[in-house]
């Protein structure tokens, strides 16, 4: 089975910390992605990267950014944490088949980040 | 990709079929239908698409109209661990980012 694994499974940061999330998949997906979910809110799509070293704009970008040094490893970074981005941080990879016609996501368990 | 509308909630009995209904209207002929779930605490999983066929895999059973404008999803015999909520998404062959809704929240109860 394909595994997505996030390096934490809680995490507490302190208000204009940096903090790095690290996410590794294990089976050569090209694409990667970076979701946070909220209460009431739902699953937000922050970045995303369809290869190594490239990364698209989600939708709200703000206060992160990204990195993708290896096919199998997608960090995402908060540059000066805030209490707002305290949230769950959903990590995925995705395949396609050689027909192009399967998108098989697979999801790592989350993050949990409070920023205190 | 267009947008699907799903009920915000939903009961079933267990070891019953909890059948939950997505509408998408404005789906193009291209355009696919994905199931996932996620259960409290956990990372969306994977259930199953389609793009015309009804599809069958050992999780459950996606139905789709004729016309492709709403699909069902199948779990033939609920259990307790079925509860969760359940995302119908529509994407296209682009392979645009997943976009999810507010899904349907299935209870299941003894």
């Known amino acids: 089975d394909v595994k997505v694994t996030q390096s934490s499974r809680y995490l507490v940061k302190r208000t204009g910390e940096k903090v790095f999330l690290e996410c590794v998949q294990d089976?050569?997906?090209?694409?990667m992605f970076w979701y946070r979910q909220d209460p009431g809110l739902g699953l937000r799509l922050i970045y995303f990267s369809y290869d190594v070293k490239m990364k698209e704009k989600g939708d709200i970008p703000e206060g992160y950014s990204v990195s993708r040094e290896k096919k199998e490893r997608f960090s995402l970074i908060l540059e000066s944490a805030s209490t707002n981005q305290t949230s769950m941080y959903l990590c995925?990879?995705?395949?396609?088949?050689?027909?192009?016609?399967?998108?098989?996501?697979?999801f790592g368990s989350g993050t949990r980040l409070t920023v205190v | 990709d267009a947008k699907t509308t799903q009920p915000p909630s939903m009961d079933c009995a267990e070891g019953r079929a909890a059948n939950l209904p997505c509408n998408h209207s404005t789906i193009s002929g291209n355009e696919y239908v994905y199931w996932y779930r996620q259960i409290h605490s956990q990372g969306p999983q994977y259930i199953i698409h389609g793009l015309k066929n009804n599809e069958t895999n050992e999780m459950a059973s996606l139905i789709i109209t004729e016309d492709r404008k709403s699909s069902t999803l199948i779990l033939p015999h609920a259990t307790l661990r079925d509860t969760a909520v359940y995302y119908c998404i529509v994407i296209g062959l682009a392979g645009t980012p997943l976009v999810f809704g507010k899904g349907t929240r299935l209870s299941v109860i003894a």
């Open positions: 995925a990879s995705r395949n396609r088949d050689r027909l192009l016609t399967h998108y098989g996501y697979t």
């Open positions: 089976m050569d997906h090209e694409n």
